[in-house]
């Protein structure tokens, strides 16, 4: 009957049901969730978000270059356009199977990213290209950039270390002077070697702090403060040595 034998017989099947013991406060919640789930008709939600998909959906593909044809005719460069060309339909507008049914994808607006450091849009097959009409190069990052992103976000590095600091009883702080000089540093590592973009930071702020974190938790160190005369003299070393920048950073 086109049906799979565990498919078939479990609506015969008396379902497993394990007891436990919990509190009132625990089964009025448990309960409250089970009657709001046969409130909703979870047909017409899976309706409606199939078609919400299907005429406002956006697909974000990153790292696109890691797809595209260096020129050669073997080897893997074979299986990545073969990558390209299972993508195309997708892209061009065709039903695809999900677990709440077939989403078409004809109106699915579709952006694509990649580095393409060592390819070029150019390598991807004509027909994938075409469907990505429009092209934007985005600059690269600058150090003011790399200081709003180690202040502005609400995880940035400089709250993550705070935090991973302060957890082993001591408290931590970081200059205006200190974060500039951090985020100079890592622009100049990026001009000096591969441009990572803010990837950087993540690997200056670990060599930076790899000597206190070694010391914690440690009982004569309550404070640290960090100056741009410590992040100096940590790191000028470093990215001054061209083998331990490129082994290190």
């Known amino acids: 009957m086109g ?3 565990p498919e078939g017989i479990e609506g015969v099947l008396p379902k497993r049901r394990k007891g436990r013991s919990v509190t009132v406060a625990e089964a009025r919640a448990i309960l409250v969730a089970e009657e709001k789930e046969r409130l909703v008709d979870m047909e017409a939600v899976v309706s409606r978000a199939i078609r919400a998909a299907e005429e406002t959906g956006i697909i974000f593909v990153d790292e696109i270059d890691k797809i595209a044809s260096r020129g050669s005719a073997h080897g893997p460069d074979v299986s990545r356009e073969g990558v390209q060309r299972d993508i195309l339909p997708i892209v061009e507008g065709s039903s695809v199977a999900t677990k709440h049914g077939p989403v078409r994808t004809g109106h699915v607006l579709f952006i694509a990213a990649g580095a393409f450091h060592m390819t070029k849009p150019a390598d991807l097959i004509p027909e994938l290209q075409g469907r990505f009409p429009i092209r934007v190069e985005f ?18 590095l400089i709250k993550q270390y705070t935090a991973l600091i302060e957890a082993e009883g ?3 702080t970081f200059t205006r002077d200190a974060v500039s000089e951090i985020a100079r540093t890592a622009f100049r590592v990026n001009e000096k070697m591969e441009n990572i973009g803010a990837r950087r930071l993540q690997t200056v702020l670990a060599i930076l702090l790899e000597e206190y974190l070694y010391e914690l938790p440690n009982d004569s160190m309550k404070r640290i ?3 741009g005369a410590v992040v100096r003299k940590a790191l000028d070393r470093v990215v001054a040595d061209d083998d331990l920048a490129r082994y290190i950073l």
């Open 3 to 5: 049906l799979r034998l």
């Open 139 to 156: 600059k690269a990052l600058t150090a003011g950039d790399f200081e709003r992103i180690l202040l502005e976000p609400r995880n940035a």
């Open 170 to 172: 001591c408290s931590v």
């Open 225 to 227: 403060s960090i100056t």
